[in-house]
């Protein structure tokens, strides 16, 4: 799966009957640091649309919400995502709560794609993508599955959970235990003692 990441400069934010409800582009026709595009005409939710799942940074165990419309505009494509609400009855840190927080007072802006090209849908830029996307496109997106959609903190903004615990939208022991998320997966290794040498 292939992954394309924008930020929300300034997400639309309006109250719903079942919370707010946030729009923003998830892709547009632009060239990325890769020096890739996505068409958005291109997109087949064929699959996506079965279970319209929002996603935190990829992650399949942490779903936060739904994605209740997809726009396709000239050369963008806009989505309405719903955030989970809390149960009456959940006790503790209510994960979902947390992003909502962080994305409604635009600590995290990136929203983010996941998608698989079809086969006969890339193609190696030509002379004419070039003069409609720009010199540095090496690629062109032009049909492809949207496998998913997440809401994930950019590089750029590595202090989300300072931020967060700094502002009150979570305590300590939460952030501790939400930030796994954001961690790289370390590889441990057991070294069996050696007892000391002697000589000879």
């Not at 799966?1 to 639309?12: D, F, G, P, R």
């Not at 086969?119 to 998913?148: I, P, Q």
């Not at 050696?194 to 000589?199: E, I």
């Amino acid at each position: 799966m292939l992954y394309k990441t924008l930020s929300i400069n300034k997400a639309e934010v309006e109250q719903g009957p079942d919370g707010p409800v946030v729009r923003g582009v998830i892709t547009a026709e632009t060239v990325d640091r890769e020096g890739e595009v996505v068409v958005s005409q291109g997109m087949d939710t064929t699959g996506y649309d079965e279970n319209p799942v929002l996603l935190y940074n990829h992650d399949t165990k942490e779903p936060i919400g739904n994605i209740t419309s997809l726009t396709r505009g000239k050369g963008k494509i806009e989505a309405t995502m719903r955030f989970a609400q809390r149960p009456a009855n959940f006790e503790g840190p209510f994960f979902a709560s947390y992003i909502e927080s962080l994305v409604l007072q635009g600590v995290v802006r990136g929203i983010s794609i996941g998608f698989l090209p079809k086969e006969d849908g890339v193609r190696k830029a030509n002379d004419h993508d070039r003069e409609v996307y720009g010199k540095n496109c090496r690629a062109v997106y032009s049909k492809w599955d949207l496998m998913e959609v997440s809401i994930a903190p950019l590089p750029a903004n590595p202090s989300a959970l300072v931020t967060a615990v700094s502002k009150g939208l979570i305590s300590r022991e939460a952030a501790t235990r939400f930030g796994h998320l954001s961690r790289r997966p370390t590889l441990k290794v057991s070294v069996p003692a050696v007892g000391r040498l002697s000589r000879l």
